[in-house]
């Protein structure tokens, strides 16, 4: 059998019964940044699925054999153990140095999350396809559009989107991408649904706006965003370990960006998704 034929059958099997095998595996993985980064993704899922037409909702019910979206959304993580999909974990980011410009970047031959969304938007809107590859491209574009609002999924290549670099928050030490992955949220201390229901709040002009645009747009704002991500003032830097310190006001400014994003993301997933399900 070959590689795609058995990565298919494999995905036939799991999608339709990721309601389940999420909660397993969830139970089963045990660190803070896995469940915490699962719940930012499920807490797109929810807005967008929040902003879907009725045609889409049902377009995606057959599709997916029932499950919502938030069912979809961290399957492309869970994946990343599993050596058949090694190739797929370059899709998770683009790496971009402050001086360089999308237009005239060499990005790897081999693919990034640009290239990731514009093909499975591709697949996803191909009829010609199976259930099955419809099926997957769909939860590969649920993740990947809320991975391209997180800031640091559009990184720099000296710090590998600031996995490299060493924080000091709430006594504890944590690289900076585990902070603005799951960290911020989590800090909020509030369940998923009442996460949601604090930051899905927008006009339906805002909206329009915020759909209005391509993906390399939503890259491009979180590039500019990072001048803010690495901003530690007024925090010091621990003598000792010459780790940046985040005090209450790097957090609390940096949440209001963290929710932008998340509310951001959603709205914009649902936008095309009607797109490709409800073009009218």
Same mark, same amino acid.
């Given at each position: 059998?070959?590689?795609?034929?058995?990565?298919?059958?494999?995905?036939?099997?799991?999608?339709?019964?990721?309601?389940?095998?999420?909660?397993?595996?969830?139970?089963?993985? *045990?660190?803070?940044?896995?469940?915490?980064?699962?719940?930012?993704? &499920?807490?797109?899922?929810?807005?967008?699925?929040?902003?879907?037409?009725? *045609?889409? &909702?049902?377009?995606?019910?057959? /599709?997916?054999?029932?499950?919502?979206?938030?069912?979809?959304?961290?399957?492309?993580?869970?994946?990343?153990?599993?050596?058949?999909?090694?190739?797929?974990?370059?899709?998770?980011?683009?790496?971009?140095?402050?001086?360089? &410009?999308?237009?005239?970047?060499?990005?790897?031959?081999?693919?990034?999350?640009?290239?990731?969304?514009?093909?499975?938007?591709?697949?996803?809107?191909?009829?010609?396809? !199976?259930?099955?590859?419809?099926?997957?491209?769909?939860?590969?574009?649920?993740?990947?559009?809320?991975?391209?609002?997180?800031?640091?999924?559009? =990184?720099?290549?000296?710090?590998?989107?600031?996995?490299?670099?060493?924080?000091?928050?709430? =006594?504890?030490?944590?690289?900076?991408?585990?902070?603005? $992955?799951? =960290?911020?949220?989590?800090?909020?201390?509030?369940?998923? !649904?009442?996460?949601?229901?604090?930051?899905?709040? *927008? !006009?339906?002009?805002?909206?329009?706006?915020?759909?209005?645009?391509?993906?390399?747009?939503?890259?491009?704002?979180?590039?500019? /965003?990072? $001048?803010?991500?690495?901003?530690?003032?007024?925090?010091?830097?621990? =003598?000792?370990?010459?780790?940046?310190?985040?005090?209450?006001?790097?957090?609390?400014?940096?949440?209001?960006?963290?929710?932008?994003?998340?509310?951001?993301?959603?709205?914009?997933?649902?936008? &095309?998704?009607?797109?490709?399900?409800?073009?009218?």
């Amino acid at each position: 059998m070959s590689k795609c034929a058995s990565k298919s059958k494999i995905l036939n099997k799991a999608l339709p019964q990721l309601g389940t095998y999420l909660l397993t595996g969830l139970l089963l993985f *045990s660190g803070e940044a896995f469940s915490f980064g699962a719940k930012g993704h &499920r807490i797109v899922a929810t807005i967008a699925q929040n902003h879907l037409t009725e *045609s889409t &909702r049902q377009a995606i019910v057959e /599709l997916n054999n029932g499950p919502q979206l938030e069912h979809l959304a961290t399957w492309p993580d869970r994946i990343k153990s599993d050596p058949n999909w090694d190739h797929a974990k370059r899709w998770h980011y683009i790496s971009i140095n402050d001086d360089e &410009r999308f237009k005239s970047l060499q990005r790897d031959p081999k693919g990034d999350i640009l290239y990731a969304l514009g093909r499975f938007e591709a697949e996803l809107s191909d009829n010609a396809l !199976s259930q099955s590859q419809r099926r997957q491209a769909l939860a590969f574009l649920v993740h990947f559009v809320a991975d391209v609002h997180q800031p640091l999924h559009v =990184g720099r290549r000296d710090d590998r989107g600031g996995n490299s670099i060493k924080v000091n928050w709430r =006594g504890k030490t944590f690289n900076l991408h585990q902070v603005w $992955d799951s =960290g911020l949220i989590a800090d909020e201390k509030l369940s998923e !649904s009442a996460y949601v229901a604090l930051i899905d709040r *927008s !006009s339906r002009a805002q909206q329009s706006v915020w759909q209005d645009s391509q993906y390399i747009d939503w890259a491009n704002e979180s590039k500019r /965003l990072r $001048d803010q991500i690495y901003d530690f003032s007024p925090n010091r830097a621990d =003598g000792r370990f010459g780790r940046p310190t985040l005090g209450e006001s790097y957090v609390l400014r940096s949440k209001v960006i963290v929710k932008q994003r998340l509310l951001k993301a959603g709205v914009r997933l649902a936008g &095309r998704l009607n797109h490709i399900f409800d073009p009218q």
